[in-house]
């Protein structure tokens, strides 16, 4: 089979050179025969060519790949490996699917893509992370898992080498793989390492970075970044070693070129207050930053840039003044090169002026004397044996010397920064190993190449050696793994070259020694070279030049200019100018310039890594290194640590020199491919058998190469010998080894072309029979449609004839009609006009009397109208004249009568006639004197009464004053007495004219008050009446509402908020983990010998103060409640049932709390009555202690009186403000009313009972004091009676005083009481009618808005508007039940506390019984009634600690396996109600507290177990359950039996108990999700992506290095795969676990509907990584795989919990990997389809997309294009990858218990005996 077969026949694709594209695809258009000299081909534009071959030709072309085989991950699966290939393969990756990295062997080849790409976030990061490196697409992060990989594992050091070109983004890789080691490594302590070491990349890119022509942000110097990790691999500290800063860049940058970013940025600050005093200004203006002519970076904005440099200054710890000094050093270099040197006349010498501002600012910021700086610029100084000159200096001798400082000042500065850096860095704990990243310099070739270029190529051969040699030792050892025979495979050394540049004799040793010759020069220098290197393949000297050499490294030739070798070699600075800085007054330059020792050289086996420093000059010149030794001393450090590390390879290639994002130019990529190493990579795997298959892949991949008999055979390997035996008849071609199949180059093309012929002539013999049987089916359906024809023809012919009969006897038919109608119709028009004639005519006469009758009228009219008016006029004018008449004479007869009247009222007669009414007025009168008499005697007596009352008084008072008159004169104290008397009778007086006026004013106000009400009541009713007219009408039209927007918002902002909730729980959690485990380890690392006592407070998971008591405050809650009333507004507060629930509890509270008050102020009152009935106590002792009792307890009274109405007035006042600003409908404002009411009656009480209070503080002291008095006027009665002279009126007027004062201030009392409650009246009504105001309006704008809505609108208006005033009904109504009930309640336990009481009697008296009589004389037998148990245990209290070691600590799930779920959860709650019951609330307390710390602790140590924390998620939900459903709310009792609302807790509210139980079982639920993550994590790839759940589908393509050869290295079985059944298998058993600990359904669901987002996400974001998973047979495997998992869900009735819907992103997934992917409407049905999919995962899959055989097409990038610019308009967010940690907001519904406590049975194996049932 393999005689037949010769590579280069027709059709074969083969690779020739070009000079433009560097290699051309071609096609043989004619078989190739050995000895032809010319090849026939055909390019892929149709051009044919004819290829001359031979000896003096080109020899045969290079085969192409299959297409199968384009775009892979790792070049080394190609089977073609060549150079064409890798570029090819490069440039597919790069233009058409935006893959920027790939593979080569253990070389990983990133292209620059100048653009930014969204593949470093975080979650690519996690998705990196624990993966094997051959598993998932080629990325730098990849790389950095590897060696962190093998450092954890192997306990190696590790290092990352970034080599390129300039512009070709070394520096961001090395940057992303540090983020990579500091996320995944970060510090597990607060110093933030990982920040640190962040923090550096944009300082070293400020001082080492600067624009070049290639690279807008390229590295002028190459660093080694050691990142320290611990034992445990988290990052503890950090090096950095620095290489060849190229410090000529501070003095000169070519064209389009700047010089050190940190120059720029400086200058772009310089206008800030802090930077003046550097005296800078535009970059422009100095000739150090502005020879590149461009100063601005397109892009790039300097100040920003600053800003961050300054920010990581601070965080690496180096303070304000040093940044201040550095600043100071970078400005005065500025400085130093705009130093004007003149050169003096002579040429020989030169001088600075004076008054040269630059070098006063240079010497003023660098703290050193301007003389000696401007001396020591223009001279030198020569040391002779035994003499020192002092000689001039030449203008251009001055300027380069000036240049040399500046680079030095620069340099040394440089390495200060590295040195403090490295100091931040440090640390002080152990180091255990580390990865270092090494960023250096790839090989540079210019048109001119000087010392710097030198020394980069040389760095990179020394780099290129090591990499050839590691490459070929991993060869070595991958063929010794597999048993191969090794036979020695030829690869280039370079050692020929290194010893060229470093042996003795070496260029750079002929280079020092020519730099120790005093008048050394670069031309003598180079004669050295052609003469001690002419003999050496790898050196050449140019024809046309004597001042320039050739080294042929292994990369490229590359001359390099000798002219400035000796120069930078030397590194030449003169030392009095050094010596002058180390005199500055500045501390930082005076140490930058210091003398220090050379590093010590490292031991080979172990390397201490620190900046690389230019070392200083030593005193004696001729003792001092070179740059090119330092260099290479360097070097040879670097790699000694190279050498002791395992390296890790990443190149990095410039696509194009334009910069331009996504184009790549073949010409520079081959360039790069061949300098950096990747071809010679190649080229040593393609020597020996670069393809490699395991045998169940080769056995896969190419069975359908087999016999049938060959696959039936259980010894897979055997069966894949025996067909390679049979297909490749040269042994040579391949090898067997342990695990894999070892073939030659091409021999997978061969076996590919073999497979792809097979399926070619099986599909020919499958086309060749379908294609017959359509032509049968196709002949069938013609003749069966011709016979049909043929029927449907006859028939339709007969029915056409048919059709003409009928037509034809219709047509006479129509005929005979027509001419019928035709003759009638004329008849009729004929008849119809001689009827108009003869209408027309009658009218007309008609018309013609009728006007002439008309006529006659109207005269008739006129006539009768003017006749009426003549006989109107001439009547008036008669009744006029008698109006006249008449008056006249009424006047003359009214003044006859006038006049008699007069003369009758002179008579007495007439007098008598008024008086006869007189008498009965005089009776009446008499009556009511009579009246009034009586009523006068009543009041006399009741005066006697009085009197004799005050008489009584008076006596006592005249006996007080008989003691006063003792102490005092007498007439001064009555008259004082009597004054004082008279002014509170003028006060009194006052005061009552005062309390006139304010009720007149009261009365007044009132009435206009209840005018404006009324009106205001009325005008009210009216618009009530209108409203409910409106809301009757729109309640006819619709009596329901749609309310579901406004429960899916209500419903999602839940779910939001309960998220935010849940994720500060979940992190209070993980602050309690790190805390308790920081705590550990203090407590481990300052352990010491003996006993020492913890204290019990030292834990915040033992501490009883975590958790609040049962009793709360109320007037916190009402706090609560009004805050809750602002923040919600009166209209939102009036829905939410719980604030008016707080509200009306409020006044409850304050109503009970009025009736205690009240009930105090009683007893006060009896007790006053019942001191002054006594009289006299028995002792003073007593009364002062009564007095002092009743003074405390009138204290108390005022203080919660005044309290009280504090709560009152502020609750108030933020109602009626809220209610008046919110308040929006009349139900509202009748709620608000109702509430305002109850507060403001509560708030009148207690103000009335203050006053009271202060009455009778009044009459306490007054009884006090009469007392007192009385008892001295019993000790001195004889002595006083004898010397008393004072009258008895004084007495009278003493107690008369009394009384006096004690009615004014019963009358003060009174007006105080009623001018309050004016003010409060009126203020009441001030603000029920601005509330009416404001109502009326708003019912106005209610109105309004109501007409001008829709009438559908306005029917959801009015029935929002319905459903408020019944929810506000329904508040009272509630409140009125919940009242009753509440009532009901307590009188049921005071009634069960007496009964008990009364039980106890009675037992008590019946044991006194039996005790008085005698014993029986025989034995009776009591039998013990059944006992009736009320669901209650009762244990001691010293039994809490046993009861929680047993029930939590010791129990395991199994124990309780056979007994009622959640066991311990209602041992727990009965435990809870008898402590509720017997009223302690302190057992309450300790017992829950201990709960739940135990919970804590027990979940603690079994935190990765499974069972466990489903165990007591179920028993704490239980528990958690259970005190809401016994808690006495109405809410959770509805579902409650009788019993069970019996055994509800009476005596405490435990919500603040609920709430810390549904806090921890959220933390539980969190902790089980992740125990479950961490159990599926692992199956979920393997499950999902790799294992064949349909046989006999997947393919197999051909693998790379990295997976032939991956970090984790397994057994000849291979890696341990999972199957869909095993995952499925593991889901059932977490489903059974939980269904078995009782946890509620919809937890359950909610743990799956997680579970299943993480099995999502993993899968998901495994297939956007992973190209070879990204194909149709994969997408087949991934949608039936979803649907076994759909089907487990149906099968366990969890498909309503929102799980499946979380496999909708991987099934939109598998569904893209299936369609078809080429037409328009493919790409219309692909984005429809794709909802659950972003834009970028569609694109991203697309470009993965991977045909697994010739007969499938790729993916065009036109369709991808086509595919972008129809998702433009989706709003996608940016991340390409799923968040596998978030996590879904869990909800506990509540789910009562239909168990009944009385009824539990607890087993014996709990050991539970010391618990009693109750």
Not at 61 to 67: G, I, S
Not at 1440 to 1469: E, H, M, Q, W
Not at 1516 to 1537: I, P, V, W
Request: net charge neutral.
């Amino acid at each position: 089979m393999a005689a037949d077969y010769y590579p280069y026949s027709k059709f074969t694709r083969v690779w020739i050179p070009d000079p433009d594209d560097v290699w051309k695809a071609g096609e043989i258009t004619k078989d190739y025969k050995e000895g032809d000299p010319v090849l026939h081909l055909q390019l892929e534009d149709g051009t044919a060519l004819r290829y001359p071959l031979g000896p003096k030709g080109n020899p045969l072309p290079f085969l192409r790949n299959p297409d199968i085989l384009v775009g892979e991950n790792d070049l080394t699966a190609l089977s073609y490996l060549h150079e064409p290939a890798v570029l090819h393969n490069l440039r597919v990756r790069f233009l058409e699917s935006n893959h920027i990295y790939t593979y080569c062997g253990i070389v990983l080849v990133a292209i620059n893509p100048y653009e930014q790409l969204q593949i470093y976030g975080e979650e690519v990061i996690n998705a990196y992370s624990g993966q094997n490196m051959g598993d998932m697409d080629p990325h730098i992060f990849a790389v950095a898992e590897e060696a962190y990989k093998q450092m954890a594992r192997d306990e190696r050091n590790q290092s990352i080498i970034v080599s390129g070109e300039s512009g070709a983004g070394k520096t961001v890789s090395a940057k992303y793989a540090m983020r990579f080691f500091a996320t995944v490594g970060g510090s597990a302590s607060d110093t933030n390492v990982e920040d640190k070491v962040l923090a550096s990349s944009p300082i070293m890119e400020a001082i080492g970075n600067a624009k070049t022509t290639r690279n807008d942000n390229s590295s002028r110097f190459g660093k080694y970044i050691q990142i320290g990790f611990s034992r445990h691999y988290r990052i503890i500290g950090a090096n950095m070693r620095t290489y060849l800063l190229e410090k000529s860049r501070v003095v000169f940058q070519a064209e389009d070129e700047r010089n050190y970013h940190i120059f720029y940025q400086l200058c772009a600050s310089a206008s800030l207050p802090e930077f003046r005093d550097l005296s800078l200004t535009s970059a422009e203006d100095f000739i150090y930053t502005s020879l590149g002519e461009n100063i601005f970076i397109e892009g790039v904005n300097d100040a920003e840039d600053f800003k961050k440099t300054r920010e990581a200054f601070v965080l690496l710890g180096i303070k304000d003044g040093s940044q201040s000094s550095i600043f100071k050093v970078i400005a005065s270099i500025l400085h130093l090169g705009n130093i004007e040197i003149c050169s003096e006349r002579d040429g020989e010498s030169c001088h600075i002026s004076r008054n040269d501002l630059h070098l006063q600012h240079f010497c003023r910021l660098l703290g050193v004397e301007l003389q000696q700086m401007e001396h020591w610029l223009c001279h030198r100084k020569l040391v002779t044996g035994s003499e020192t000159y002092v000689k001039n200096m030449s203008s251009k001798q001055a300027t380069n010397a000036r240049d040399a400082l500046a680079k030095h000042i620069y340099a040394r500065l440089f390495d200060w920064i590295v040195d403090n850096i490295n100091k931040a860095l440090q640390t002080s704990s152990k180091q255990h190993s580390f990865i270092g990243v090494l960023d250096i310099y790839g090989f540079e070739t210019f048109e001119v190449n000087s010392f710097e270029q030198f020394c980069i190529n040389y760095a990179n051969e020394k780099l290129q050696q090591q990499f050839n040699s590691h490459v070929f030792k991993l060869e070595q050892e991958e063929y010794m793994k597999e048993q191969i025979p090794w036979t020695l495979i030829d690869f280039y050394d370079n050692q020929p070259c290194i010893d060229l540049i470093e042996a003795r004799l070496g260029i750079l040793d002929l280079l020092d020694e020519e730099c120790k010759v005093p008048k050394g020069t670069d031309q003598n220098w180079a004669q050295k070279l052609y003469k001690q290197n002419s003999s050496s393949a790898h050196f050449q000297k140019p024809r046309l030049s004597n001042t320039s050499f050739i080294v042929i490294h292994f990369a490229d030739k590359v001359e390099y200019q000798c002219e400035g070798f000796l120069e930078k070699n030397r590194d030449t600075v003169y030392e009095e100018q050094i010596n002058i800085l180390k005199a500055s007054q500045f501390q930082l330059v005076a140490d930058l310039f210091q003398e220090k020792d050379d590093a010590p050289s490292s031991k080979p086996s172990r390397v201490n890594v620190r900046a690389l420093k230019s070392v200083p000059k030593a005193p004696n010149k001729e003792h001092r290194k070179t740059v090119g030794h330092q260099f290479r001393s360097s070097l040879h450090l670097l790699m000694d640590t190279l050498n002791a590390t395992t390296p890790h390879y990443v190149r990095c290639i410039k696509p194009n020199d334009e910069k331009e994002a996504f184009s790549f130019d073949s010409r520079r990529a081959v360039q790069q491919l061949r300098a950096c190493g990747v071809l010679e990579t190649i080229r040593i795997s393609a020597a020996g058998y670069p393809s490699r298959w395991t045998y169940p892949d080769f056995f896969n991949r190419y069975r359908v190469l087999m016999k049938k008999s060959d696959m039936m055979s259980a010894d897979k390997k055997m069966v894949c010998k025996n067909l390679l035996e049979t297909l490749i008849k040269e042994p040579d071609m391949y090898q067997f080894g342990k695990t894999k199949i070892f073939f030659r180059a091409g021999q997978v093309a061969y076996l590919e072309k073999l497979r792809a012929d097979r399926f070619r002539s099986a599909c020919i013999k499958i086309q060749k029979t379908v294609r017959g049987w359509l032509q049968r089916v196709r002949y069938r359906k013609i003749r069966k449609t011709a016979v049909t024809l043929q029927r449907y023809g006859r028939g339709y012919l007969a029915r056409r004839y048919a059709e003409f009969l009928r037509l034809s006897r219709a047509a006479l038919v129509c005929q005979k009609q027509y001419r019928m109608v035709r003759e009638r119709r004329a008849f009729l028009a004929v008849r119809r006009a001689t009827v108009t004639i003869q209408a027309f005519a009658r009218g007309m006469f008609t018309r013609r009397i009728y006007w002439e009758f008309l006529l006659h009228h109207k005269a008739m009219i006129i006539q009768k109208n003017v006749r009426g008016w003549l006989q109107r006029k001439k009547f008036r004018r008669a009744r006029n004249a008698a109006i006249i008449i008449q008056c006249a004479f009424r006047r003359l007869r009214a003044k006859r009568q006038l006049k008699q009247l007069k003369i009758e009222a002179r008579s007495a007669e007439h007098l008598k006639k008024l008086n006869t009414g007189m008498e009965n007025k005089i009776v009446q009168l008499q009556r009511k004197v009579d009246d009034q008499a009586k009523e006068y005697k009543t009041q006399n007596e009741q005066l006697l009464t009085v009197n004799a009352t005050l008489g009584s008084e008076v006596t006592k008072l005249q006996k007080q004053l008989e003691v006063v008159r003792g102490q005092q004169s007498g007439g001064a104290q009555v008259v004082s007495l009597q004054e004082e008397v008279e002014k509170l009778r003028e006060e009194l007086r006052e005061a009552h004219a005062h309390r006139k006026r304010q009720e007149e004013e009261h009365s007044s106000e009132k009435m206009e008050l209840t005018q404006r009400v009324e009106e205001l009541q009325r005008e009210n009713s009216l618009l009530k009446g209108e409203k409910e007219e409106m809301n009757r009408r729109i309640l006819q039209q619709s009596r329901s509402t749609e309310e579901e927007a406004s429960s899916v918002s209500l419903q999602s902002e839940l779910d939001a908020e309960r998220q935010r909730y849940q994720n500060l729980l979940k992190e209070f959690s993980r602050l309690e983990q790190r805390y308790d485990n920081l705590k550990e380890e203090v407590s481990l690392s300052k352990f010491h010998p003996g006993h020492r006592r913890n204290p019990s407070n030292q834990s915040s998971l033992e501490s009883d103060s975590n958790y609040p008591s049962i009793s709360t405050s109320e007037v916190g809650d009402t706090e609560d409640s009004l805050q809750q009333v602002e923040d919600l507004g009166v209209e939102k507060a009036a829905m939410d049932i719980s604030l008016f629930l707080k509200l009306q509890k409020r006044v409850r509270e304050l109503e009970q709390e009025r009736k205690r008050l009240q009930a105090n102020l009683d007893k006060m009152e009896e007790l006053a009555k019942r001191k002054g009935s006594e009289g006299r106590g028995p002792s003073s002792e007593q009364e002062t202690a009564d007095l002092a009792y009743n003074n405390l307890k009138r204290q108390e009274l005022e203080s919660e009186n005044k309290k009280l109405k504090n709560d009152l007035n502020e609750l108030r006042k933020a109602v009626a403000e809220r209610a008046s600003q919110n308040s929006s409908s009349n139900e509202l404002q009748d709620s608000y009313n109702l509430l305002l009411s109850q507060l403001k009656a509560a708030n009148e009480e207690l103000d009335a009972r203050k006053e009271e209070v202060l009455i009778l503080r009044t009459q306490i002291v007054s009884n006090a004091q009469l007392q007192e008095r009385s008892e001295r006027i019993e000790t001195e009665k004889d002595a006083e009676l004898n010397h008393s002279t004072e009258p008895l009126d004084k007495e009278e007027a003493l107690r008369a005083y009394h009384g006096l004062c004690e009615s004014k201030k019963l009358l003060e009392a009174q007006l105080q009481t009623q001018s309050r409650q004016h003010r409060d009246e009126l203020e009441a009504r001030h603000t029920q009618i601005e509330l009416l105001k404001d109502d009326i309006e708003k019912k106005q704008e209610l109105l309004s808005y109501a007409a001008s809505l829709s009438p559908e609108a306005r029917v959801e208006y009015s029935v929002q508007q319905e459903i408020t005033r019944l929810t506000n009904d329904n508040l009272d109504l509630k409140e009125l039940v919940e009242k009753l009930e509440k009532n009901e309640r307590k009188l049921k336990k005071q009634l069960r506390i007496y009964m008990k009481k009364v039980q106890e009697l009675e037992a008590s008296q019946a044991t006194a019984q039996n005790a008085t009589k005698p014993e029986l004389s025989r034995q009776v037998t009591v039998q013990r009634k059944e006992k009736d148990f009320e669901g209650m245990l009762e244990y001691s209290k010293e039994d809490d600690g046993r009861l929680i070691k047993t029930l939590i600590n010791d129990v395991r799930p199994s124990s309780v396996a056979a007994t009622v779920p959640c066991l311990p959860a209602y041992i727990l709650f009965m435990c809870i109600r008898h402590a509720d019951y017997i009223n302690d609330d302190q057992k309450v307390e300790s017992l829950l507290t201990s709960t739940i710390n135990a919970i804590k602790k027990v979940l603690k140590k079994n935190n990765d177990d499974f069972e466990m924390t489903s165990f007591w998620l179920a028993n704490t939900s239980r528990l958690l359950h259970c005190l809401k459903q016994y808690s006495g709310d109405e809410a959770f009792m509805t579902q409650n039996t009788a019993k069970q609302n019996e055994h509800c807790l009476k005596n405490f509210d435990l919500a603040e108990y609920r709430q810390v139980l549904s806090d921890l079982s959220i933390q539980i639920y969190q902790q089980l999700i992740k125990v479950a993550e961490g159990v599926i994590q692992p199956m979920i790839v393997s499950a999902m992506l790799e294992s064949e759940s349909i046989p006999s589908l997947a393919g197999v393509k051909p693998m790379g290095y990295r997976n032939r050869s991956s970090s984790m290295d397994t057994d000849a079985d291979g890696p341990s795969s999972y199957t869909l059944q095993a995952l499925i298998r593991q889901l059932g058993q977490f489903h059974a676990t939980m269904r078995d600990h009782g946890l509620d359904p919809e937890i359950v669901g909610q743990v799956i509907r997680q579970l299943f987002h993480c099995i999502n996400a993993i899968t998901l974001n495994n297939l956007l990584l992973r190209k070879d998973v990204c194909s149709w047979s994969t997408g087949m495997q991934l949608r039936y795989n979803t649907s076994q998992m759909e089907e487990w869900l149906r099968g366990n009735n969890l498909f309503q919990s929102k799980a499946a819907a979380a496999l909708e992103p991987i099934i939109q997934a598998a569904q893209l990997l299936q369609v078809k992917k080429k037409t328009s409407q493919d790409a219309e049905a692909i984005c429809s389809l794709c909802s659950a999919l972003t834009t970028q995962q569609i694109v991203k899959i697309l470009n993965l997309y991977t045909p697994l055989n010739e007969f499938e097409e790729r993916v065009t990038v036109s369709f991808i294009r086509t595919i972008q610019n129809r998702l433009q308009e989706r709003n996608d967010p940016p991340q390409l990858l799923v968040d596998t940690k978030h996590t879904f907001p869990v909800l506990f519904p509540y789910t009562p218990s239909a168990l009944s406590l009385e009824t539990l049975h607890i087993p014996a194996s709990l050991g539970l005996d010391f618990l009693i049932r109750v």
